[in-house]
Nanobody, 115 residues
Framework: QVQLVESGGGLVQPGGSLRLSCVAS????????MGWYRQAPGKQRELVAD???????SYADSVKGRFTISRDNAKNTVYLQMNDLKPEDTAVYYC?????????WGQGTQVTVSS
């Protein structure tokens, strides 16, 4: 069983940046494709970025060019660098495998973009 702990969220003004981190337990992290997901109030959870175990990345159109996903297998950590944040990026952000596994959801980290 993998446990995932997200951190790094907060309140930021439009145009600002945040870096999210997700630390995974267990020794099999490096074999997983990983993703960052978000859920805004009243909306379904969506995948915003994912990275394979070979570090191939892909992004939702809404964040392409602004967000960067990366991973450090030595630290069992996946990151999401978010630049030029917009109010519509406000959501709870979660990491999970890609595709997501039901039992892996953590508490998430809140990102609020507001002036």
């Amino acid at each position: 069983q993998v446990q995932l702990v997200e951190s790094g969220g907060g309140l930021v003004q439009p145009g600002g940046s945040l870096r999210l981190s997700c630390v995974a337990s267990g020794s099999t992290f490096k074999f997983y494709n990983m993703g960052w997901y978000r859920q805004a109030p009243g909306k379904q959870r969506e995948l915003v970025a994912d990275i394979t175990n070979a570090r191939i990345t892909s992004y939702a159109d809404s964040v392409k060019g602004r967000f960067t996903i990366s991973r450090d297998n030595a630290k069992n950590t996946v990151y999401l660098q978010m630049n030029d944040l917009k109010p519509e990026d406000t959501a709870v952000y979660y990491c999970n495998s890609a595709p997501a596994r039901l039992g892996y959801w953590g508490q998430g980290t809140q990102v609020t973009v507001s002036s």
